[in-house]
């Protein structure tokens, strides 16, 4: 239990590191940035292995994009 709670909060501090230290152009990218970061911190926390959240990842990346796309679009 103690593991999986660590593992977690290492991928969220990654997931915002990158944020604060990406410099995205577009919302496209940001969405995806934050998409993928979000993605794989719930792949972890509900699968609990390396498969889980490289999909939770891709999914959250996909997700995040075509928001952030949206509001690109928007402006």
């Known amino acids: 239990m103690v593991?999986?709670?660590v593992i977690i909060l290492i991928v969220v501090a990654v997931g915002l590191g990158l944020l604060c230290a990406a410099g995205c152009e577009s919302d496209a990218q940001?969405?995806?940035?934050?998409?993928?970061a979000i993605g794989a911190g719930a792949g972890q926390a509900i699968g609990g292995d390396t498969e889980s959240t490289l999909i939770g990842a891709g999914i959250g990346?996909?997700?995040g994009y075509i928001i952030g796309n949206e509001q690109d679009k928007k402006k």
């Open 3 to 5: 593991k999986r709670l």
């Open 30 to 36: 940001t969405g995806a940035l934050v998409g993928t």
């Open 61 to 63: 990346a996909v997700g």
